[in-house]
């Protein structure tokens, strides 16, 4: 059944998206279980979303950028006076906060020749598949302190903070920009629990039940521990009864005996 839903979301992102709004969106639960977490976000990649801007004889790139829903809507542009995408980092940017950053870089996905669907049946092939479909925003964990780093850095994003994302198309030849989406929707990741909200019973029982619980735990014990008490008693007792009929049953027989040798 999970993996009829698997397929079924594929095909979904397989088609086109005339009647939707063109722009980034948050993976399907079926794709992506645990999404967002603290510090990720998990984005459908565009799948036939740039179609129309193509020209079969030139190459493209796609850029992601992301920025926090605090910024304020002159910072959210993505180009700068010549029309050519921003560069910025998370750093300069203070992680999204005074506007968008670039988060990645892949080619445009595939729209005519997506991923075999029966490659999802293949345990050893779903995370390739997966990878293909979905972009994990805040997967990189050390970018940031690697000095020898020179790529995009997708750092970790902030924990309970909105974020929004932009999809742009380029052409890899002069880097101009041919296309570009619009900003995604509110996401928001998810919210640091204190530790002592934290339920850690798995069963994720009340405060009472977990004292009733441990009492009858230990009634339990009790009860346990005083039936083998009462049959160890009951053992010994035994034992000791035929010791002492055994003694008895010697003593007896030696009685009779003494008389028979004396009237001897």
Same mark, same amino acid.
């Given at each position: 059944?999970?993996?009829?839903?698997v397929?079924?979301?594929?095909?979904?992102?397989?088609?086109?998206?005339?009647?939707?709004?063109?722009?980034?969106?948050?993976?399907?639960?079926?794709?992506?279980?645990?999404?967002?977490?603290?510090?990720?976000? $998990?984005?459908?990649? !565009?799948?036939?979303?740039? =179609?129309?801007?193509?020209?079969?004889?030139? &190459?493209? %790139?796609?850029?992601? #950028?992301?920025?926090?829903?605090?910024?304020?809507?002159?910072?959210?542009?993505?180009?700068?006076?010549?029309?050519?995408?921003?560069?910025?980092t998370?750093?300069?940017?203070?992680?999204?906060?005074?506007?968008?950053?670039?988060t990645?870089?892949?080619?445009?996905? $595939?729209?005519?020749? !997506?991923?075999?669907?029966? =490659?999802?049946?293949?345990?050893?092939?779903? &995370?390739? %598949?997966?990878?293909? #479909?979905?972009?994990?925003?805040?997967?990189?964990?050390?970018?940031?302190?690697?000095?020898?780093?020179?790529g995009?850095?997708?750092?970790?994003?902030?924990?309970?903070?909105?974020?929004?994302?932009?999809?742009?198309?380029?052409?890899?030849?002069?880097?101009?920009?041919?296309?570009?989406?619009?900003?995604?929707?509110?996401?928001?990741?998810?919210?640091?629990?204190?530790?002592?909200?934290?339920?850690?019973?798995?069963?994720?029982?009340?405060?009472?039940?977990?004292?009733?619980?441990?009492?009858?735990?230990?009634?339990?014990?009790l009860?346990?521990?005083?039936?083998?008490?009462?049959?160890s008693?009951?053992?010994?007792?035994?034992?000791?009864?035929?010791?002492?009929?055994?003694?008895?049953?010697?003593?007896?027989q030696?009685?009779?005996?003494?008389?028979?040798?004396?009237?001897e």
């Amino acid at each position: 059944m999970c993996s009829l839903w698997v397929v079924l979301a594929f095909c979904c992102l397989g088609q086109l998206r005339a009647a939707q709004s063109l722009k980034p969106q948050i993976a399907s639960h079926q794709l992506a279980t645990n999404n967002p977490t603290l510090t990720t976000i $998990s984005l459908e990649k !565009p799948f036939c979303m740039f =179609d129309s801007s193509l020209h079969p004889n030139k &190459s493209y %790139v796609i850029y992601l #950028y992301t920025m926090k829903e605090s910024a304020n809507a002159i910072s959210s542009l993505v180009t700068d006076n010549s029309g050519k995408p921003l560069n910025s980092t998370f750093q300069q940017t203070s992680g999204g906060q005074l506007g968008p950053y670039k988060t990645a870089l892949f080619h445009v996905p $595939s729209c005519a020749s !997506p991923p075999k669907l029966a =490659d999802v049946r293949d345990v050893n092939k779903v &995370s390739d %598949v997966l990878k293909q #479909y979905l972009f994990r925003v805040g997967d990189d964990g050390t970018c940031l302190y690697d000095p020898n780093f020179l790529g995009v850095c997708n750092p970790p994003l902030s924990a309970n903070a909105t974020y929004r994302f932009k999809y742009v198309l380029l052409d890899s030849t002069d880097g101009t920009m041919k296309d570009q989406t619009l900003w995604s929707d509110p996401i928001k990741t998810r919210k640091v629990k204190l530790p002592l909200k934290i339920d850690t019973w798995p069963g994720r029982r009340s405060g009472d039940m977990i004292v009733i619980t441990s009492i009858l735990s230990v009634l339990m014990f009790l009860l346990l521990a005083g039936f083998l008490v009462s049959v160890s008693s009951v053992v010994m007792r035994s034992e000791d009864s035929s010791a002492e009929t055994r003694c008895m049953s010697q003593t007896t027989q030696q009685s009779e005996q003494r008389p028979q040798s004396n009237s001897e």
